[in-house]
């Protein structure tokens, strides 16, 4: 399978733990992409990587939010000191590049805080 | 201000008929780009279509086409002959600019595509 891949799909947690998820792009994907959805809303633009740099960070970003991505592959979104409010699908997109637009995403990771 | 507008919570159609979801848009910026989603009850979002705001023609893959109006600013998306799977949620979207390309996306429209 070559298209984007996230882990785990699904996440319980209780309320102040830590939580991780990763990504892996599209192999040939440099731009990388996480969005959070809540229950009844389209996607919102949380992170972006070009390569190994963040370029853009969200608002909705807190402080208790962090994103990797190490040597421009695979990508890790942590959460730390999870709340409820924090429930919710993390989708993980890519895309190839300037002049490429499409971006194609994942699976989604499953968050429940409870 | 809403950038996407989605105005169809949920739509019906019978199968092997045709429909169309709106969506409207608001940028200041010339270049810009619409897209749209369809995510099924696994939740994964699957590109459907795109169509560049300098594009002459109207985007088309297969059943799906955009119809793309630049003064009216919308950008909806017909979907022809619709099959059973069809039925899902579907997602307008925008990028901006030609720079970082982070997509902002409609609150959605249900679709259900009946025998």
């Known amino acids: 399978d070559t298209g984007v891949s996230q882990d785990p799909r699904h996440k319980i947690t209780k309320r102040g733990q830590n939580v991780t998820f990763r990504c892996d792009p599209i192999s040939e994907h440099n731009r990388l992409y996480w969005y959070r959805q809540t229950l009844g809303q389209g996607p919102e633009f949380l992170t972006y990587?070009?390569?190994?740099?963040?370029?853009?960070k969200s608002r909705l970003l807190s402080n208790r939010f962090s994103a990797e991505r190490p040597k421009g592959s695979f990508s890790t979104l942590e959460i730390q000191r999870t709340e409820q409010g924090d429930s919710a699908m993390y989708l993980c997109a890519s895309s190839l590049g300037p002049q490429f637009y499409e971006q194609y995403f994942g699976p989604g990771t499953r968050l429940t805080v409870t | 201000a809403q950038k996407i507008t989605q105005t169809q919570p949920g739509m019906f159609v019978q199968e092997k008929e045709a429909v169309t979801l709106d969506c409207t848009y608001d940028t200041s910026d010339p270049s810009y780009g619409l897209f749209w989603y369809k995510q099924p009850s696994s939740g994964e979002m699957i590109f459907l279509i795109y169509q560049g705001s300098y594009d002459q023609q109207n985007a088309t893959e297969g059943r799906y086409s955009l119809n793309f109006q630049k003064a009216r600013k919308s950008a909806n998306l017909v979907i022809s002959a619709s099959q059973l799977g069809d039925s899902a949620m579907y997602f307008c979207?925008?990028?901006?600019?030609?720079?970082?390309?982070?997509?902002?996306f409609g609150t959605g429209t249900r679709l259900l595509v009946s025998p």
């Open positions: 990587f070009q390569n190994e740099a963040q370029l853009e």
């Open positions: 979207a925008m990028r901006e600019g030609t720079g970082f390309q982070k997509l902002v």
